[in-house]
């Protein structure tokens, strides 16, 4: 294990009493385990629960993906394990962000805008808006900052109107489009593949 991390609502801030504990970890398969028929697993489950930890490759390819959680793990303020590797790896983030990622988050929380009326839940809107502003502070700025402002808890506990909520999520969604800012593109495959296979021969 190179890198564990709380991610979720603990890490934005915005965590209740009956808020779960979202761990996420990396972990370095040996590089002679790919040279075997029985490849070392993408991904390992527990063993406390909700606690996933993806072999670094894995990892990577998920990050170039734009996987949010992904790039939460590379910038959660509760880091509970980080090797060398590990800080090597945090410091790597630069290289996964891009305008893609903003597309994704997009894509994604269009999705769930869709279903706007009441079979989307209050949590989830608010964590619709949560995302669509990590992604324009990304768009403007360069940086990815997963604090969240705590005015969102007013979606999850109802006191902002449901109809100004969503408003909010569409009018965030605009201001994506129009905005302009220093990320390339698309991100830096080739830095993030030159560090994966230098983690592989430091493995051997």
């Not at 709380?6 to 972990?27: E, K, P, Q, T």
């Not at 527990?46 to 993906?65: A, I, T, Y």
């Not at 988050?105 to 009326?117: K, P």
Request: aromatic letters at 6%; glycine letters at 6%.
């Amino acid at each position: 294990m190179i890198l564990e991390v709380i991610v979720g609502s603990h890490a934005y801030g915005l965590a209740s009493s009956s808020s779960d504990v979202d761990r996420r970890g990396v972990f370095v398969a040996p590089a002679e385990a790919f040279w075997r028929f029985d490849k070392p697993p993408t991904s390992v489950e527990g063993p406390d629960p909700e606690q996933l930890s993806w072999e670094v490759e894995h990892f990577c390819r998920l990050g170039l993906k734009s996987n949010p959680t992904v790039l939460e793990t590379l910038v959660s303020p509760l880091v509970e394990i980080s090797t060398p590797l590990g800080e090597e790896l945090r410091e790597l983030l630069p290289a996964f962000l891009s305008r893609h990622a903003v597309r994704a988050f997009t894509r994604a929380t269009e999705m769930q805008l869709s279903r706007a009326g009441r079979n989307l839940k209050p949590k989830q809107l608010m964590h619709v808006v949560r995302l669509r502003l990590v992604g324009l502070t990304l768009l403007r700025t360069g940086r990815y900052d997963i604090a969240a402002d705590r005015s969102l808890l007013k979606i999850r506990d109802g006191s902002m109107p449901w109809d100004d909520a969503v408003a909010w999520a569409h009018r965030l969604g605009a201001e994506i489009v129009a905005a302009e800012g220093p990320l390339p593109e698309e991100p830096d495959r080739d830095r993030v593949e030159d560090w994966l296979v230098s983690v592989r021969r430091r493995s051997l």
